[in-house]
């Protein structure tokens, strides 16, 4: 017999645990995202405003200075009767006096009869300056130009011509401060600023964030209050949550409340339904055998037939109604140690062995639904087994899948083979449908393995029927598990 058919994924059905997961669906990571890109925002935007009113004071601050300088050097010199410029100006600065500093003052002649020419002791050698037609003077006969200094550093200058005494005999002033510096100073502000601004915006990104996660933390008690009722250690989100959060956590137990109502009702409707049929059906089975002949054994069978379909599709309600609700937890280990025992014992001519994981494995459901499927597989493999039947189980990993979107779902596998003739692959989809029975050697309805596919269906699960290592059939079913 050839490989196995291919496995379908898990149908959607099948849920991830529970868990706050920070990313971009995550309410925290969207919340301290927002607030995070408005502090930066604001943060840039004072970052500008003060910035710009540093450097526009500072420019007002420097142009000032200029100003009083060149007023100051206007007032202290003046012009002998020969016509040569005198004076000994002290602007107060120390600057002027250091060589090469950027900071200088000059005073040169603006009209006939005037010679000499003064300047500070800090201008080592002469700076050009542009023509008046360049930039011509203003009312005042003032104007200001940025220019070249002797080191290459920018100077701002401020220069005004001045008539010194009654023979209208003029000046021209010049006093020039060192922009380069002034720029320096900016530049050290703004650095200072920068980090002072940012370590505020990381503490205060910091606080904010812990303040939104502590915020948050009711629901994360609602996760852990709904994986206590997933797993079946509750039966109903407890505890005190705030008013934003309690109509929540009233209307999930509200849905608890109402999803074991429908199954109390299905189970209800169940028994009923198989109390009404049971003395009918047994009438008609024994009225058949009574009957005897052909026809009396076409009716034992056809209502022996009908018993069974009728369970089947009652379990199969039952199944459906409770398949979605979040209260059912079936720990494996025990349930199919004990029904191994149990086949041991009622087929001790056959080898039995059973490897159970390490680690507890719970199923996500119905005690009775797990034991119908084994019961189903063990029997099967019992019924067709030579000498040997091999029962293991174990953790898998897997995924959800469906509208695009992945996520890890917890699953365990059941694998049962035998060593017995198997199944053709051409055969195994034969050997799935309801009432198909591919040899008649051997005593049942062909209701088994129909079953188990239904069953396993209803979970959300995948059977698989495969070559066994032994020889014969080995099924695999995969169904989910909780934590």
Not at 61 to 76: E, K, P, Q, R
Not at 77 to 96: H, I, N, Q
Not at 166 to 177: D, L, Q, S, T
Not at 448 to 462: F, K, P, Q, S, T
């Amino acid at each position: 017999m050839s490989r196995r058919r291919k496995a379908e994924p898990l149908k959607q059905t099948a849920r991830t645990p529970l868990s706050l997961r920070f990313g971009p669906r995550s309410l925290a990571f969207r919340v301290i995202a927002f607030s995070t890109v408005w502090a930066i925002l604001t943060l840039i935007v004072i970052f500008t405003l003060i910035t710009t009113l540093y450097r526009q004071a500072s420019e007002r601050g420097f142009d000032s200075l200029l100003s009083a300088h060149l007023f100051n050097l206007i007032g202290s010199v003046g012009v002998s009767e020969g016509g040569s410029l005198t004076g000994a100006p002290d602007l107060g600065d120390l600057r002027f006096s250091e060589p090469n500093s950027g900071w200088y003052w000059s005073v040169e002649p603006a009209s006939e009869g005037v010679s000499g020419e003064l300047h500070s002791s800090s201008m080592t050698k002469a700076i050009l300056s542009p023509s008046v037609a360049e930039v011509p003077f203003n009312a005042s006969f003032q104007r200001s130009y940025s220019t070249e200094g002797i080191d290459g550093e920018e100077l701002e200058v401020f220069e005004s011509e001045f008539v010194l005494d009654a023979k209208n005999r003029a000046a021209r002033f010049r006093v020039m401060g060192n922009r380069t510096e002034l720029e320096q100073e900016i530049s050290a502000f703004q650095r200072r600023l920068l980090t002072y601004l940012s370590l505020f915006g990381v503490g205060m990104i910091a606080i904010n964030a812990i303040a939104i996660l502590l915020g948050l933390q009711p629901l994360r008690r609602v996760r852990d209050a709904l994986a206590m009722v997933r797993e079946g250690t509750a039966q109903k989100l407890d505890g005190r949550f705030p008013a934003e959060i309690e109509p929540l956590a009233d209307e999930t137990n509200a849905l608890i409340e109402n999803n074991k109502r429908i199954v109390e009702r299905s189970r209800t409707q169940v028994g009923n339904l198989a109390h009404s049929l049971k003395t009918p059906l047994a009438v008609l089975i024994n009225e058949g055998r009574a009957l005897g002949g052909a026809k009396g054994q076409l009716i034992a069978e056809q209502a022996a037939s009908m018993q069974k379909q009728i369970d089947h599709y009652l379990q199969r309600a039952r199944v459906a109604a409770q398949r979605d609700s979040v209260v059912y937890r079936t720990p494996v280990a025990p349930l199919v140690q004990r029904m191994v025992r149990v086949l041991q014992k009622l087929n001790p001519q056959t080898a039995l062995s059973l490897s159970l994981p390490a680690v507890d494995i719970v199923f996500a459901g119905e005690r009775e639904d797990l034991e119908e499927l084994l019961g189903n597989l063990l029997d099967n493999a019992m019924k067709w087994a030579k000498s040997a039947v091999a029962v293991s189980v174990a953790p898998i990993s897997g995924k959800k899948t469906g509208s695009g979107k992945e996520g890890a779902v917890n699953l365990f596998e059941i694998s049962i083979e035998d060593d017995g003739p198997g199944i053709p692959e051409d055969k195994a989809r034969e050997a799935l449908k309801r009432g198909r029975r591919l040899d008649e050697t051997k005593p049942g309805t062909g209701l088994g393995l129909a079953i188990v596919a239904d069953l396993v269906n209803e979970y959300g699960g995948v059977l698989a029927l495969e070559r066994s290592s032994m020889g014969g059939l080995k099924a695999v079913v995969r169904l989910r598990s909780l934590h």
